[in-house]
């Protein structure tokens, strides 16, 4: 994904159709690839199991198919087409103790063109989004995260609510790049309301390279306790 569409041309080179909104740069359309994340987990399906992007992950995560301690995978880039959103384990049928993202391989992206967040954890607790690729020597920034859309763009909302405080979320070793100049990156805040006093504790935010935004990192918390 990530390419323009062009007037007249609906196949690529071996006869797949285009994508008509995104297209995938290049000769070749990556027609029927599901595996670009895997989700192994302790509880629940345990797989592991592919999905094609982020969002999907997070949303059966989030309806219970997997439980536990999850383990989330990134495997090559995704495309995410609305914001990869993770509930705290309690809300509705998420039922988790951890969830530890990482990728597994060098040089990956998670992209999107939203006006919104490309990722959000939603009043989320234990939760580690580690941009250095385990299995590569030393820590490096083997994750980046885009958001292109240029105009109210962010990139990752962290977001707490009273009486469901966003606690112990980690984001590290990531590239973060915005696509707009004259909003944040990194948000913490409500998580109802973006930008809002919100609730949360032991949040890391760590050895981050972020691009391309009016605040980089901006927090923003209640005076009163939840």
Known sequence: ALAIPVTGIVNDFDNDTRDVTTPDIGADEFVGITNQVTVTATLG????????????????????????????????????IAPAVLNRSGAGAAS???????????????????????????????????????????????????????????????????????????????????????SSAVILSDAGTMGSAGYFTNITIQNNNIQKAFIGVYCIAATVHA
């Open 45 to 80: 399906v345990a797989g592991p199991t592919n999905y094609a992007n982020l969002r999907n992950a997070f949303i059966k995560i989030n309806d219970g198919t997997h439980q536990g301690a999850i383990t989330v995978t990134i495997n090559a880039n995704t495309y995410e």
């Open 96 to 182: 988790y103790t951890s969830v530890n993202i990482i990728p597994g391989n060098d040089g990956l992206s998670v992209n999107s063109n939203l006006a919104d967040a490309c990722i959000k954890f939603n009043n989320a607790a234990n939760v580690t989004l580690d941009g250095d690729n385990p299995i590569t020597t030393g820590t490096n920034r083997n994750l980046s995260l885009i958001n292109t859309e240029p105009t109210g763009s962010s990139v990752v909302w962290i977001g707490g609510s009273t009486g469901a405080i966003a606690d112990n979320v980690v984001l590290k070793n990531c590239n973060i790049n915005n696509g707009s100049q004259n």
